[in-house]
């Protein structure tokens, strides 16, 4: 039975470091780059910076649009008058009562002679030769027949020319070619190129920071964890000394003077080795939200085990014109600037002439395609359309000038930047100069520490030195510890600053 009790909690106790998830400094960058969500952002942004270089592609190509409309209006058109109306309606009436027809109507020739003179007026509505004879035919066998067959015909061309025109029906089918547009296409699409780059570049960006925060916070952690150890040996060390003093002091040996400085040395440690834990927590908790993990997952980083960090001192090497032409901010300047040019491009089109060609399918219910019908015809077309400005009161004039100000403001910017880029990359070297310095005197402290410490505690062992001797020992040895962690994890980092500094840094 204690054999089974004794399995379990062995297994208790191994299951939390099983549960633990090693993670390396690559890693850890690749999860950052896969969950941050302003990488995220950036690319959808990229994305749709495509598309718009797509969109501006189409400018160049001929556009179809099809435009139907209707319309009822309360009021017809008509293009005769109420008397002419009434004229036609009663023309046979009209003709066979004027006096010359009266006159002639007992002899055949007079009658003949009355519808010569109304011929003129038969002639301007379209009545022929032939039907002119006809008309004399039926002259001569009844004038009330040629008064039945006038009005008739008046009616028809008063009904012709009925153009109910209260239901009007439109469409259309327009193409449209540009054929010069004063630049502003060209300036667009190259507006678009740009504008894909930049976020290219800011993508790039991001993705720097995005490492550079992740490797701060891997070294941070592995910094407190090789402190929380630092943190307990030096407590351990306090906790023997203490112990020994207490001996001591039974003894009579020591002091109770000594005893309670060793202890108040030893409370100290106590609450610094608790401040360390906390600070380790916390700074695991942000590690696991950089990368997208939560925040409570067990993680363990393969340097935190490790004797030392075992940073490796190289020297600087500064090239600011490397740094110039990789940085992704400057190139998102220079998008900017270029991308100011453009626009002020797009805005001296504005004031040019413009050329278009157009053509396309009309049709329309009611048409006169063949006199006046109720039915849907249509035509095709073709034309070319030109827009000249000629006067705006200088409204063009300003804007240009406006935008060339903004043109000048970013490049002025883009030199200001370049200029504290070269102070940065230089300071980054210096930096990383002066952290591999910091790394050499601290091992060398190390060495002293460890060898005071050494000869203190021999020392007190033989009775030839006090506890406060020994206790300044070991506050020196944990300083110098200290110190070395921190020179270790400064050299890490200025390397990792100088890449950033020079527009290199990559997850590779």
Not at 311 to 323: F, G, K
Not at 361 to 375: L, R, T, W
Request: hydrophobic share 45%; proline share 3%; charged share 20%.
């Amino acid at each position: 039975m204690n054999r089974l009790l004794g399995l379990l909690l062995l297994a208790g106790a191994a299951a939390p470091i099983s549960a633990q998830r090693l993670l390396t400094l690559d890693s850890c960058r690749a999860m950052a780059l896969r969950n941050n969500k302003q990488l995220s952002i950036s690319k959808v942004k990229q994305d749709i910076a495509a598309n718009l270089r797509r969109s501006a592609r189409t400018k160049y190509l001929p556009h179809v649009s099809a435009i139907g409309s209707y319309m009822h209006t309360t009021e017809r058109v008509s293009l005769l008058t109420a008397d002419d109306q009434h004229l036609l309606s009663n023309l046979g009436t009209v003709v066979t009562s004027s006096p010359e027809f009266q006159t002639g109507y007992g002899a055949v020739n007079d009658m003949m002679a009355g519808l010569g003179k109304a011929a003129p007026m038969l002639g301007i509505l379209g009545i022929s030769e032939e039907q002119l004879s006809a008309m004399a035919t039926i002259v001569q066998q009844s004038p009330e027949a040629l008064k039945t067959k006038l009005n008739a015909i008046g009616q028809h061309i008063v009904d012709a020319f009925d153009t109910d025109t209260r239901n009007i029906w439109a469409g259309s089918v327009m193409l449209t070619q540009p054929v010069f547009m004063g630049g502003s296409i060209v300036a667009l699409n190259r507006l678009a190129n740009l504008n894909e780059q930049m976020a290219r570049n800011s993508l790039d960006a991001r993705e720097q920071a995005t490492i550079y925060a992740t490797d701060k916070v891997y070294w941070q952690v592995v910094s407190l964890r090789h402190k929380q150890r630092l943190a307990q040996a030096y407590f351990d060390l306090l906790k023997q000394l203490d112990d020994n003093v207490h001996k001591m002091i039974e003894e009579g040996v020591a002091t109770r003077s000594d005893g309670l400085s060793v202890d108040v040395k030893l409370n100290e440690a106590e609450m610094t080795l608790t401040k360390v834990n906390d600070g380790l927590v916390l700074s695991r908790m942000l590690l696991c939200q950089t990368i997208g993990l939560p925040v409570n997952e067990q993680i363990i980083l393969p340097e935190e085990e490790a004797e030392s960090i075992a940073a490796v001192a190289i020297s600087p090497e500064l090239d600011v014109a490397m740094a110039l032409e990789n940085r992704p901010e400057l190139k998102q300047l220079e998008n900017l600037s270029a991308m100011s040019h453009q626009a002020t491009n797009i805005l001296k089109a504005a004031n040019l002439p413009q050329v278009a060609l157009v053509g396309g399918y009309v049709v329309s219910n009611p048409n006169v395609m063949n006199g006046f019908q109720k039915n849907f015809r249509g035509f095709w077309n073709i034309g070319v359309l030109v827009r000249v400005p000629i006067w705006d009161w200088s409204d063009g004039i300003y804007k240009v000038r406006a935008s060339k100000g903004a043109t000048t403001i970013l490049n002025l910017e883009l030199e200001e930047a370049k200029e504290k880029i070269e102070l940065q990359a230089t300071q980054t070297a210096y930096q990383m100069d002066e952290a591999n310095k910091r790394l050499t005197l601290a091992e060398s402290s190390v060495k002293r520490a460890d060898e005071n410490l050494r000869t203190a505690n021999l020392g007190f062992s033989e009775g030839v030195i006090t506890p406060t001797t020994v206790m300044e020992a070991q506050t020196a040895w944990l300083q110098a510890k200290s110190q070395r962690i921190d020179a270790e994890i400064d050299v890490r980092l200025s390397q990792v600053n100088l890449k950033k500094a020079m527009g290199t840094l990559t997850a590779e």
